[in-house]
């Protein structure tokens, strides 16, 4: 292996990985997309009468009956007693067969998701090249989508770039980045050709 001061040769560290049992594949540590939010509202309590599927955010559910139950199948909910998600609302993360008293149930007129966004950004399936001590990823990636070389926003820089690959490589089970670079695409800037491995530089 080929060594300049800290930084490997990037095309001797792929050669290397090529030749050590390496194979272009999805790494089968990529983490599963979130799930998206979805709710089912029904009139009556343990989930019986009219429902109403929900699965993004409702400012005007328009029901003509309050709520009764709640079937919560991904997210936190929460419920407001007039549109536009005003007045009295609460926040449902489970299953819930009576909502206030079984004799009268909730008043809802909107509801909404809480700490979901929709993934945006340049799909991926994070191909890799695996070898005894290192990985290379020439389009790193998790939940289906590319990587951003610097998610808080900003520019992209240097260092930011590197606190991100770093992120990334621990995620996919090694201790850091030994090598990354960043590839703009669409007018954002992804990590590329990213360098995982346990032993450093």
């Known amino acids: 292996m080929i060594m300049h001061g800290k930084g ?11 030749g050590v049992t390496a194979v272009a594949a999805q790494d089968d540590k990529m983490l599963p997309p979130e799930p998206r939010p979805e709710a089912i509202i029904y009139r009556d309590p343990g989930y019986q009468g009219p429902a109403v599927n929900v699965s993004e955010a409702q400012p005007n559910l328009g029901l003509a009956w ?30 819930r067969p009576i909502l206030a008293t079984a004799s009268r149930g909730m008043v809802v007129q909107s509801m909404r998701p809480l700490g979901w966004t929709p993934p945006s950004g340049e799909p991926g ?20 989508y590319r990587v951003l070389a610097c998610p808080g926003g900003g520019s992209a820089t240097a260092n930011c770039a590197e606190r991100s690959a770093n992120d ?34």
Not at 66 to 94: H, K, P, Y
Not at 130 to 137: D, K, L
Not at 189 to 196: E, K, P
């Open 8 to 18: 490997w040769v990037l095309a001797a560290g792929v050669a290397a990985l090529a």
């Open 168 to 201: 990334f490589c621990t995620a996919m089970g090694w201790r850091r980045s030994a090598r990354q670079a960043m590839e703009t695409v669409r007018g954002r800037v992804y990590l590329a050709d990213v360098l995982c491995s346990n032993t450093g530089y």
């Open 125 to 144: 399936n994070n191909p890799s090249l695996r070898g005894m001590a290192a990985q290379f990823y020439s389009a790193p990636a998790r939940g289906g």
């Open 66 to 95: 309050r709520v009764g139950s709640i079937r919560v199948r991904a997210g936190r909910w929460q419920l407001c007693e007039r549109i536009n998600f005003r007045g009295n609302c609460r926040t449902i993360d489970s299953d």
